[in-house]
């Protein structure tokens, strides 16, 4: 079994460099800044990675603004009070994505932030609270709280907003088999949560966040990459 100082080094190897993979390294974003985003930004980002899920990113993008105007700005308490003939509405509205249970899962989502405000003051304090070493169970919260946070969205979601999470992607799955790290059954619950404990030995080792670690670990294979 590989080191993670040989994984890191595989990866700058085929970027060229240490310079090149420092810069498509991201970087979460600390737990106080986390908690003073908006609720309505997270709600907003929740829901264009919901949309994103099965569409290209820049089709979605371009209809963002659209969206931001039909949903009052993601203001969270408005979007919950939202009756269903609103949301039929917003479903046949030609300038956004036309899904109807992508539209209606903005106002089940919305809900679920309004009760998490109600006990946390704000969902961000709630996020900001989950410690790196548990993050697979913040997964199956979002998954269990939310609507459509399922599978990939949940961990892309939190990747999105600059919480400090790693990825199971198929690069990410594909490297760790590689260089002798996992058996292949990442997407089960056992795997998902020996994955977990991998990271959580690696982040002790390097001081890396599980973000960049996982990015590592798809360049240490590929230098093509998307998201990892």
């Not at 090149?20 to 980002?45: C, F, H, N, Q, T």
Request: proline letters at 3%; glycine letters at 6%; a neutral charge.
């Amino acid at each position: 079994m590989a080191s993670f100082a040989e994984i890191e080094a595989a990866a700058v190897h085929l970027l060229g460099s240490r310079e090149a993979l420092a810069a498509r390294l991201v970087k979460p974003e600390p737990p106080e800044s986390l908690a003073m985003i908006g609720d309505d930004r997270y709600l907003s980002v929740m829901c264009r990675r919901i949309f994103r899920a099965g569409l290209t990113h820049r089709l979605v993008d371009a209809r963002w603004p659209a969206f931001e105007i039909a949903f009052a700005d993601f203001d969270p308490a408005t979007v919950a009070a939202l009756t269903d003939d609103e949301l039929k509405r917003l479903a046949t509205d030609e300038s956004l994505i036309r899904h109807k249970k992508k539209i209606a899962a903005v106002r089940s989502n919305a809900q679920a932030i309004g009760a998490l405000i109600e006990e946390f003051g704000a969902f961000g304090v709630w996020l900001a609270d989950w410690e790196d070493d548990e993050i697979i169970d913040l997964w199956l919260e979002l998954k269990q709280r939310f609507v459509q946070l399922g599978g990939q969205s949940g961990p892309r979601f939190l990747r999105m907003i600059g919480k400090d999470t790693f990825l199971l992607t198929d690069w990410v799955a594909q490297a760790m088999t590689y260089w002798g790290v996992a058996d292949g059954k990442l997407h089960t619950k056992a795997g998902v949560r020996a994955a977990q404990a991998r990271f959580n030995d690696w982040q002790a080792e390097t001081g890396r966040p599980m973000c960049q670690l996982s990015q590592i670990l798809a360049f240490s294979i590929s230098k093509k990459t998307g998201s990892a």
